[in-house]
């Protein structure tokens, strides 16, 4: 159980909820969260958006029901949440680039943030691309040298990619399969896929994707993927 210090509506659908926490926590990695009993059955995988002096914040859409409850808690309420989980994103030591769709910028806050405190000296770029009303992007803009957002348009016909630049998406399955289409191959480029999970931990089977090296599950083998394991390129 964690104890909830603020659950905030941040834009149209999308909440911010930051919980006491302790432990170590990488970007890229996710956490299941429930707050109910037995409906939904299963508890809802969330990405870590930030972790920072003992408080660990989610930035969620609501969708469905699990989110909707989640919408609901406030302050001093409780969430239980297991985690981390899943195996992150790589350290990055080159300059990075990062290209997120909509919801699916959420675990890149803190991928940026723990790269310029890792790499002070290090270019990092962002593109952030929305379907309607943009959030978060003065947040990127605080951290980044570079943010390039769109709104109601393609972010990946504004996406120049730098020769040594590692790139990172999450985002809409098209959106990421265009990335990883577009970017040379002299640049690596990690995906960070979404699955339905029951268990989060390896134990289901019902994460499973196919990648070029076979099966393998997205909470415990990924969510983070090279693009070559998982899309045809
Ligand atoms: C590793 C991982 C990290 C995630 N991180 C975030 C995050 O940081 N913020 C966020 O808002 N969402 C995130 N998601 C997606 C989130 O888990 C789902 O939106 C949530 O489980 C929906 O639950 P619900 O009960 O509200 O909706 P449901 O009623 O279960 O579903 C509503 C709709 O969402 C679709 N859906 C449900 N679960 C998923 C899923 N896992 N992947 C794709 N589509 C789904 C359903 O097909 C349905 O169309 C993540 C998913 C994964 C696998
Ligand atoms: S969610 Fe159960 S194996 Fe991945």
Redesign the pocket.
């Known amino acids: 159980m964690a104890v909830i210090l603020s659950n905030t509506l941040v834009s149209a659908g999308i909440f911010k909820m930051t919980v006491a926490f302790t432990g170590a926590v990488k970007p890229g990695q996710?956490f299941m969260l429930r707050a109910w009993d037995k409906d939904?059955l299963l508890s809802?995988?969330?990405?870590v958006?930030n972790y920072e002096s003992g408080q660990l914040t989610?930035?969620?859409?609501?969708?469905?029901?699990?989110?909707?409850i989640l919408a609901r808690l406030q302050a001093d309420d409780e969430v239980t949440i297991q985690g981390p989980y899943?195996n992150g994103f790589p350290e990055i030591t080159g300059d990075l680039c990062v290209v997120g769709g909509g919801?699916g910028t959420?675990?890149l806050y803190y991928l940026v943030r723990h790269y310029q405190e890792q790499n002070p000296t290090g270019k990092c770029r962002v593109y952030l691309g929305f379907r309607d009303i943009a959030y978060g992007a003065d947040a990127f803009a605080a951290l980044a040298d570079e943010v390039v957002l769109d709104v109601g348009g393609i972010i990946t016909d504004k996406l120049t990619v730098l020769p040594g630049e590692t790139v990172v998406t999450c985002g809409p399955e098209i959106m990421m399969a265009a990335v990883a289409g577009a970017v040379p191959a002299e640049n690596t480029v990690y995906v960070?896929?979404?699955?339905?999970?029951a268990c989060g931990i390896g134990a289901c089977l019902g994460?499973t994707c196919e990648t070029r090296s076979g099966n393998k599950k997205?909470?415990t083998d990924g969510?983070v993927f090279v693009r070559e394991e998982v899309f045809n390129v």
């Open positions: 996710f939904p809802r995988p969330i990405s958006h989610f930035l969620y859409q609501v969708v469905g029901k699990g989110t909707e899943g919801i959420a675990p960070s896929l979404e699955a339905h999970m994460c997205v909470c969510p």
